[in-house]
């Protein structure tokens, strides 16, 4: 009978594969707008859409889903777009046509982040940088108005958002981690009451150099310095630090300074040193 019930199940309502999510941009600036496009294997004709969103409670390690407001009967186009009040959420889709009845499964989540920092709830990152070494402590610390906080991590191609406690260790308002590979990845804070902190990229490194960048976006007119840093030894050579690929310092200095930023400082950086690189990573400006 079970046979049969699946046959039956089949039947009646076959399960197309998951429609894919697309979400633009993926990280976005208070006020902008997000384009969603649900995409199923046959566009032909009779699909509608249906768009949910994340509902988030620190305590689930997955997350509940639940239909964009106006969004219950469906959409005939496979974009969405949302305005205005952007929640920084996650979002999923799937698709249904009437005759034959389909259903596809919900598309895999797709999360719309924001690395500028609220004034209510906030991430910090210490030590506070982008790179770190493997097995190096961090800490991920959680402030705002919550008794009830946890660290989530997102936005890794294919793996689940999980909470702190699945691979680190929760004391208080702060995640503690002892970085492995599986640490590069996008994390934020959620509170009890639903809201998000801005979103913060690590990245780890196995290798024997990393780059010294602050972890969240800098302030326009601060002062920033940026380091070459090796697991090991100490640099006795030319340092050669890049921005966007171009080279701005080789000198035998480990630090560049920087001692008013501004809007051009943004973009990319890295370091290299007698045939060694770091990887590179994104300094953004607020
Ligand atoms: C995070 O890292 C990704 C991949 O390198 C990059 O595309 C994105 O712009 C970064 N975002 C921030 C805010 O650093
Ligand atoms: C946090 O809560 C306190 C007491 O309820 C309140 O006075 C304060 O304004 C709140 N701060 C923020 C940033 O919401
Ligand atoms: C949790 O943090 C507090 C305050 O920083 C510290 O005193 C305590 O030892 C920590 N607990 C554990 C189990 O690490």
């Known amino acids: ?127 506070d940088r982008a790179q770190h070494f493997t097995s190096d402590s961090v800490s ?42 599986t640490s590069d990845a996008v994390y934020r804070c959620e509170s009890g009451s639903g809201e998000f902190s801005n979103a913060v990229n690590i990245t780890v490194q196995d290798g024997d150099m990393i780059l010294l960048s602050p972890a969240r976006p800098v302030t326009e007119g601060h002062s920033v310095s940026l380091s070459c840093k090796l697991r090991s030894q100490t640099f006795d050579s030319i340092v050669f630090f890049y921005h966007n690929e171009k080279v701005i310092q080789n000198d035998s200095r480990w630090e560049l300074n920087i001692s008013a930023v501004s809007k051009s400082d943004e973009g990319f950086y890295k370091c290299h040193h007698s045939g060694q690189e770091s990887a590179q990573s994104l300094m953004s400006v607020q």
């Open 140 to 181: 991920l610390s959680c402030e705002g108005n919550s008794t009830e906080w946890t660290v989530r991590r997102l936005l890794t191609e294919d793996r689940y958002p999980s909470v702190c406690s699945y691979w680190g260790t929760m004391n208080g308002s702060t995640c503690n981690i002892n970085t492995d590979s």
């Open 1 to 127: 009978s079970t046979i049969n019930t699946c046959f039956h199940l089949k039947n009646h309502f076959p399960i197309e594969p998951r429609p894919v999510l697309t979400v633009s941009p993926s990280w976005l600036s208070a006020g902008a707008s997000v384009t969603l496009n649900c995409r199923v294997k046959d566009p032909s004709a009779g699909w509608k859409f249906y768009r949910f969103k994340t509902f988030p409670h620190p305590s689930y390690n997955f997350y509940s889903y639940e239909l964009l407001p106006g969004s219950s009967s469906g959409t005939e186009q496979d974009f969405y777009i949302v305005h205005g009040q952007i929640h920084i959420a996650g979002y999923r889709c799937r698709a249904r046509r009437g005759d034959p009845k389909y259903s596809t499964y919900y598309s895999e989540p797709k999360f719309v982040l924001s690395a500028d920092i609220h004034s209510s709830v906030s991430l910090t990152v210490s030590p």
